[in-house]
């Protein structure tokens, strides 16, 4: 089984989980948002993800979907970190162009 992990934002609920497609089975994958239980589809055909999101001459497949935990590599982990990480008197704001 050829299994790949993608990373995926629910607009519905606005947060970022990861999925797990099953590469070696074409069809819609199904994957059900662990936060709030939106449907989101993605399309494989022969090995690859395309740019459809749901084909209906094709059958449904169950991914499976989990939410990214604190030591996950993302851009929110980064940023609440670096946030945490500076006191108010560091806080520079920074603009580019003219004032």
Not at 78 to 88: E, H, M, N, P
């Amino acid at each position: 089984m050829d299994t790949r992990e993608t990373e995926m934002f629910c607009h519905d609920c606005r947060n970022d989980f990861t999925a797990e497609l099953d590469m070696d089975i074409n069809g819609n994958h199904e994957i059900e948002c662990p936060h709030c239980g939106h449907i989101h589809y993605r399309v494989v055909e022969d090995g690859r993800v395309t740019d459809d999101r749901y084909r209906s001459s094709m059958g449904i497949v169950q991914a499976n979907a989990y939410t990214m935990t604190a030591s996950s590599n993302n851009s929110n982990v980064y940023l609440q970190q670096s946030w945490a990480s500076t006191d108010s008197s560091s806080n520079v704001l920074r603009t580019s162009g003219t004032t």
